[in-house]
Nanobody, 125 residues
Framework: QVQLVESGGGLVQAGGSLRLSCAASGHIFSTYVMAWFRQAPGKEREFVGA????????DYADSVKGRFTISRDSTRTTMFLQMNSLKPEDTAAYYC??????????????????WGPGTQVTVSS
């Protein structure tokens, strides 16, 4: 069993930065993919980016590419989402997810087995 807990959300002005963390407990297999998703009010949950837990390879949605960076710590117990140049349209609840899955389906919401409760990010204009 894996437990995930996000932190670091808050209110920031457009153009600002935030760093989200996802603390993982339980057994994270090296074959896992971990990801960030977000959900704005009235919208579906959407893929933000993902990282392979063993090698650290990353991929991002086009909407955040060049602004957001995913990383993990050396103990492989925490994942981070560094968000720069934030825009009002980045406002959403942000969720981390983990799953033993094929990298090719990393943006597939239902492929992930474990989810955190989410942390709210609000970007004011």
């Amino acid at each position: 069993q894996v437990q995930l807990v996000e932190s670091g959300g808050g209110l920031v002005q457009a153009g600002g930065s935030l760093r989200l963390s996802c603390a993982a407990s339980g057994h994270i297999f090296s074959t896992y993919v971990m990801a960030w998703f977000r959900q704005a009010p009235g919208k579906e949950r959407e893929f933000v980016g993902a990282i392979t837990w063993s090698a650290g390879g990353t991929d991002y949605a086009d909407s955040v590419k060049g602004r957001f960076t995913i990383s993990r710590d050396s103990t492989r117990t925490t994942m981070f989402l560094q968000m720069n140049s934030l825009k009002p349209e980045d406002t959403a609840a942000y969720y981390c997810a983990a799953g033993r899955m094929n990298w090719g389906t990393r943006d597939f919401l239902h492929g992930y087995d474990y989810w955190g409760p989410g942390t709210q990010v609000t970007v004011s204009s």
